[in-house]
Structure formats: C-alpha cells, structure tokens
C-alpha cells in the first residue's frame, strides 16, 4: 500500500487523509503543535465545502453541530445602527446547497474523529524535504527523516514545505487591514429572529452571526489607519472601537472573553504548488483573505480533488501537477476576487462609501450572498 505523508494537522490536512485513505492510501500525518485539537473561531462555508464534506462522510455531523438555516435573516447596518437594507434568502435556492457558519473546533472536530489519533504523530515539526526517484523524504527538526509515495504540504501561511520549494519567496502581503474576532454563547436573544447583522461603515466591516444552537461568531475588521499605532491587543481595539456601534453590537462583544487579533495576510500566486510527489494544499498553496469566505472551504475542496486525482493507478507526479493546474486557477481567481473586496470594504472616503452603500442598498440580496454566489459559481460545487 502506498503511504502519503501529511504535514500538519488542521481542516487541510485532515481533509487530505480522510481523501486519500479513501482513495486507498496509508496515512501518516506529523504536527508540529502538542495537541491535535484546534481552537479557533467561526468558519464559514458555502455549497461547495458542504459538497466536499459529503464526500468525506462528514457533512451530516458538522451540519448537526453548526447553523444552516433554511431561511437565512440578515440585515445591513451603519454602525450606529440604521439600518439600511434587509433581506431574507435561502440559500438551497439562490445558491444550490447550503450555506453554514460554523465553529472552527466542530468543524475540526469532527475531521479529526474521522481521521483518529493514531495516524497523527505530535510534536513533529517538518523542515524540509527531498524528492527523488518517484518518492519523498520529510525532515523533522529532531533529525529524523520519514520516507513516503507522496508528501502534502498542509502546514499552513508559514509552510515549511512551501519555503524548500519557493525559498526566495517573500513574506505574507499585508493586506492594509486589521482584524479583531470573537465566539460567545447565550446572547444570541441580541439578534432576536435575525441570522446575522452586517455593519458597513467607513473603512469599518463586521458580522454577528449564529453558529451553532447557542453561540455566536463575530469579527471586526478595520482599515489599520483607524488603528492607533502598534495597538494589537484585541480588546483595546473593541474598546476603542464598540462605543461607535450599536447596542446589539456592544451587547455581543461586551459578554466575550475569548479574543483573538490578526492582521489580514495573502500571499501572491506561485507558479507551481510541487515537484516529483510533493504537493501542497490549502494556505500551504493559496492563502485566501477571509473576505472570500472560501479559506476553509477551499482546503477541504483542495483535499477531495487530491483524493481523487490519486485514486487510481496513476503516476504520482503526472497526477499532481494536473491536479494543481486545475486548483491553481481555480484558487488564485479567488485570492483576486478576495483582494478586490478587501478593498471595497476597507474604503474610508466619504464619497466612495456613499456610493458602495448605495450600490449595496439597491441590489437585489446582502452582500454575504452576493459575495457566496460568485465564490460558489467559481470555485464550483463539484471537486475536480
């Protein structure tokens, strides 16, 4: 039987093993971090990672322990709370499939009860490789090298594999915006019948939106120029900003505890994902911005494509780099698409956000669908 290596741990990696041990593969998957589970946020995704899940057995589970209304209530407010469009829309019929919000550790989760422990080798952070003669050899730092058919690169932004194979390659590009996040349970009344609350205002993005039975995932994003110099503690942040929101906002970041601060990092395409059997995967390949809301999603859709592309016979190497043209294209009209938005949403002239308010207020649905179609029509529910 023929053994892939896998490094790393998260929604990519985990995806890729329970696709190639499906496609008959053994698995061996090494984790730099001491514990296999994952804390995290909320985490969106649309038809097309539903669809991928499915493929990997796990749809129903995630789906149980997520949100997936029907009928999906949002409304668009400035942050003082006018409120400048309303809709109501379901998703199975404007976009084909479900669209879910879920917590980061239930969809981790359930991957990893699907995977088991005992494939996952912790505390094993990779180095490099080498690949020779139709195989690959993985470095760990402790000295030790594992020799596998295939390595997978799922080890994120800062990937260890993706630096051997693009070592000139400069760092993360900063997207020019700053993001604070949160997770908190029994407020959910703060949103009464509403599925979530967008506010758009001047250089100003956020959401409130269910996640699960009880909890509700939000995040704040800022132009870094309405952030003071050097302030990244994420709750001197909201306490800068949250006296210019809403009572529902002030509400439902007021009672979390558990915070989190990014600055929004992408990186630019690169010409080729591997070499020989190494291949890359999710934001090892494509790190996405989260205005896509595909940065999930597109791991998991990476890691059926792979399981797919080596199911049969197939030369390993021949395989991948078919499978990486079609993924690249694919991915990287996403990581365009994600920076266009950016963009829009990060404005803070007056006159363009006059106008992108009336662009919004005017078109047909909210732009968390407006922003899911495309993204769905794109990257396609299938997972070629």
């Avoid at 061996?28 to 994952?38: D, G, K, N, T, V």
């Avoid at 919000?101 to 699907?114: I, Q, T, Y």
């Avoid at 993985?138 to 020799?147: C, D, S, V």
């Avoid at 604070?180 to 979530?196: I, P």
Wanted: charged residues 20%; proline residues 6%.
């Amino acid at each position: 039987m023929r053994t892939a290596l896998i490094v790393g741990a998260g929604i990519g990696g985990l995806s890729a093993a329970i696709a190639l041990r499906q496609a008959g593969w053994r698995i061996r998957i090494f984790e730099r971090a001491p514990s296999p589970r994952e804390l995290g946020f909320g985490v969106a995704l649309a038809p097309n990672a539903v669809a991928a899940l499915a493929e990997l057995g796990v749809a129903d589970i995630v789906l149980a322990r997520g949100h997936a209304p029907a009928l999906i209530r949002g409304e668009m407010r400035r942050m003082d709370g006018t409120v400048f469009k309303r809709a109501a829309i379901a998703p199975r019929e404007m976009l084909g499939g479900p669209l879910m919000v879920a917590l980061r550790p239930a969809l981790h989760g359930a991957l990893l009860d699907a995977v088991g422990p005992d494939v996952i080798a912790l505390g094993a952070e990779a180095t490099g490789f080498d690949a020779t003669d139709g195989r690959a050899t993985l470095h760990l730092a402790g000295g030790e090298k594992i020799e596998g058919d295939l390595l997978v690169g799922a080890d994120g932004i800062h990937s260890a594999i993706r630096r051997v194979l693009h070592p000139s390659e400069p760092p993360p590009r900063f997207s020019g915006i700053v993001a604070v996040r949160g997770v908190v349970h029994g407020v959910s009344d703060s949103l009464a019948d509403l599925t979530a609350v967008y506010y758009l205002d001047a250089g100003v993005e956020s959401v409130l939106i269910r996640a699960s039975d009880t909890g509700l995932y939000w995040f704040l994003a800022l132009a870094q120029g309405l952030v003071p110099d050097g302030m990244q503690d994420p709750a001197a942040i909201l306490a800068q900003m949250a006296p210019r929101f809403d009572d529902t906002f002030r509400t439902v970041t007021a009672a979390t505890d558990d915070l989190r601060y990014d600055a929004l990092v992408d990186r630019d395409p690169i010409p080729f994902w591997g070499r020989g059997a190494v291949t890359l995967l999710g934001d090892a390949a494509h790190p996405l911005l989260p205005q896509t809301g595909q940065g999930a999603a597109q791991a998991i859709v990476d890691a059926v494509a792979l399981g797919k592309a080596l199911a049969a016979d197939v030369d390993v190497a021949s395989a991948l780099r078919q499978h990486e043209h079609v993924r690249r294209e694919r991915t990287t009209a996403l990581l365009k698409q994600g920076r266009r938005t950016a963009r829009v949403m990060a404005m803070t002239n007056p006159v363009a956000c006059y106008i992108r308010e009336q662009v919004v207020r005017f078109a047909p649905v909210t732009p968390i669908v407006q922003l899911m179609a495309p993204i769905n029509r794109r990257a396609g529910t299938d997972v070629r």
